[in-house]
């Protein structure tokens, strides 16, 4: 079951997408429904700030200067392949933060404001409310639910994401190398956003069934490298930084840090995460958690 809801943001309406964890991890007992979607607060600072993704977003120069995808076009960039290794890092969990919560994946589509679609696959680095780490795989299609993975995972393995996107075949893939372990599978799926792809360390969304979303407490886990990123556009394969396409940086502001610029401080997380610059041959980039992201924010 999934759930949609608008949220107004400085940038504009951002259509949020709400999904429920077919298999939540068993210390965590009942799971609120949760998504993967963006919340961008501001599409034209620099870099771009989102209240739960950090890392980057390559699509069509026209796409990433309006936050729409321009039908005019006529070679728009589609996107058919995605991938990216990173070291799932080790959270750090304390009774004062816990529970807390931390995503890393890749994925196809989701970037435009317009996007009705989203194909992911990524690993999450969580604290229970115990304060002890717990690590699993998912896959999400949205607007279809998140689905945990049959495949143990744990803090410091390194894991290679995957989605791979042919007409209305989807591909999403997990594989951890430390342990020599992996999932694949095929979905059809109707209508597949290809106009974007992403690497993303982000604090995921928790909704009620009613619809009301808010983007839970982002887990310290430091700091994660992406490596071996590539992308493939109009049968073009290329890097981050490849000319063919546009790439947006994107630091995760929570909401209270952007409250608190203005005055109007609340009690919810002020840890947010920013993207440093992308190495130069464009294959890799990391991502710093930051205790108190306030100084990110654009009022």
């Keep these: 079951m999934s759930t949609r809801v608008r949220v107004l943001s400085a940038g504009g309406v951002v259509l949020v997408v709400a999904a429920a964890l077919a298999a939540a991890p068993a210390a965590f007992g009942a799971q609120p429904l949760a998504g993967h979607r963006a919340v961008f607060a501001a599409r034209n600072a620099t870099p771009q ?9 390559i699509t069509d120069a026209t796409t990433l200067a309006t936050g729409t995808t321009d039908p005019t076009q006529t070679t728009p960039l589609t996107f058919s392949n995605v991938t ?5 890092p080790k959270v750090a969990c304390s009774a004062s933060q816990a529970p807390a919560y931390s995503a890393f994946w890749v994925g196809l589509g989701g970037y435009s404001e317009s996007a009705q679609a989203l194909e992911q696959v990524g ?12 690590y699993y795989a998912w896959y ?11 495949l143990e995972v744990a803090g410091g393995d390194t894991i290679t994401t995957s989605v791979v996107v042919n007409g209305t075949d989807v ?6 190398r430390t342990r020599r372990t992996s999932f694949t599978k095929h979905f059809q799926v109707a209508a597949p956003d290809v106009s974007s792809a992403e690497w993303i360390a982000e604090a995921p969304s928790a909704c009620s069934r009613l619809g009301d979303c808010t983007v839970l407490p982002l887990a310290n886990f430091g700091t994660v490298g992406f490596t071996n990123i ?3 556009a109009n049968a073009h394969a290329g890097t981050l930084t490849d000319a063919t396409w546009a790439a947006a940086s994107i630091s ?3 909401r209270s840090s952007r409250r608190a610029m203005l005055g109007r401080p609340d009690d919810a997380s002020t840890a947010g995460a920013t993207p440093a610059d992308a190495t130069v041959d464009g294959r890799g980039f990391s991502v710093a958690w930051v205790a108190d992201a306030t100084a990110l924010a654009s009022p």
């Excluded at 990216?84 to 799932?88: A, Y």
């Excluded at 999400?140 to 993975?149: G, Q, R, T």
């Excluded at 591909?171 to 951890?176: G, T």
């Design 140 to 150: 999400e299609l949205v607007p279809a639910p998140s689905v945990k993975l049959p």
């Design 230 to 232: 590539a992308a493939t």
């Design 49 to 57: 700030q989102s209240s739960n993704w950090a890392g980057y977003a």
């Design 171 to 176: 591909l999403v893939q997990v594989k951890d």
């Design 84 to 88: 990216g290794t990173f070291r799932l």
């Design 123 to 134: 690993v999450d680095a969580d604290c229970t409310s115990a304060a002890t780490p717990a």
């Design 252 to 254: 995760l502001v929570p």
